[in-house]
């Protein structure tokens, strides 16, 4: 089954404690981004990644840290997390170049930063 | 600038009524691609309808249909008959270039009663 996976799909810490969010698709897709949903402000991308070793910053990157080291995998890692990270996250992935604009997104992970 | 504003953060209507959710965008490319997304209360992000800019017919997907008017720069979803399981936030959004960022909208909160 085509999919996007996130891991941890919950995860609650504190301030300061470094953590890594994983994304993994199967889809053989060049393009990854990370999205963070925030209320009354919709979806803004915080990276992204046009393919392996290529990742670039989008709307909100501060306080974020990305990698692309494998096709498949795009890790978000927030290196020392504060309380206004909590937020919903969203891994997205897309075939690129493409004639298809069509975006597949993860099942979300819940954050929150005390 | 690139925007896509929905200006109803609420809906309500009854069951098997149709509803129309407004979205507006604006950008000065020509080519782009607009989408509408479910999320329910479980928070996935569920894809429910593509238009592209060069389409000239209106998308359709079962009973979800993009009212797309490109001179006004309108993509209204309508959603006919609708069903207690249509309650949720939908979101409008835009990408530019195939297989890249996504700009979403805030939000329209859609509750269908019984």
């Known amino acids: 089954e085509a999919q996007v996976t996130q891991n941890p799909r919950y995860l609650i810490t504190v301030t300061g404690k470094k953590l890594t969010v994983t994304c993994s698709q199967n889809?053989?897709?060049?393009?990854m981004s990370w999205y963070r949903q925030d209320p009354g402000l919709g979806l803004r991308q915080i990276y992204y990644?046009?393919?392996?070793?290529?990742?670039d910053k989008g709307d909100v990157p501060e306080g974020y840290k990305v990698s692309r080291k494998e096709k498949r995998n795009f890790p978000l890692i927030l290196e020392s997390p504060s309380p206004n990270q909590t937020s919903l996250y969203f891994c997205?992935?897309?075939?690129?170049?493409?004639?298809?604009?069509?975006?597949?997104f993860g099942p979300g992970t819940r954050l929150t930063v005390l | 600038a690139q925007k896509i504003t929905q200006t109803q953060p609420g809906m309500f209507v009854q069951e098997k009524e149709a509803v129309t959710l407004d979205c507006t965008y604006d950008?000065?490319?020509?080519?782009?691609?607009l989408f509408w997304y479910k999320q329910p209360s479980s928070g996935e992000m569920i894809f429910l309808i593509y238009?592209?800019?060069?389409?000239?017919q209106n998308a359709t997907e079962g009973r979800y249909s993009l009212n797309f008017q490109k001179a006004r720069k309108s993509a209204n979803l309508v959603i006919s008959a609708s069903q207690l399981g249509d309650s949720a936030m939908y979101f409008c959004?835009?990408?530019?270039?195939?297989?890249?960022?996504?700009?979403f909208g805030k939000g329209t909160t859609l509750s269908v009663s019984s």
């Open positions: 238009q592209g800019s060069y389409d000239e």
């Open positions: 990644s046009m393919n392996v070793e290529v990742t």
């Open positions: 997205a992935s897309s075939l690129y170049p493409s004639d298809n604009f069509e975006q597949f």
């Open positions: 889809m053989n897709h060049e393009y």
């Open positions: 959004a835009m990408s530019h270039q195939a297989g890249t960022a996504l700009i």
């Open positions: 950008t000065s490319d020509q080519s782009y691609g």
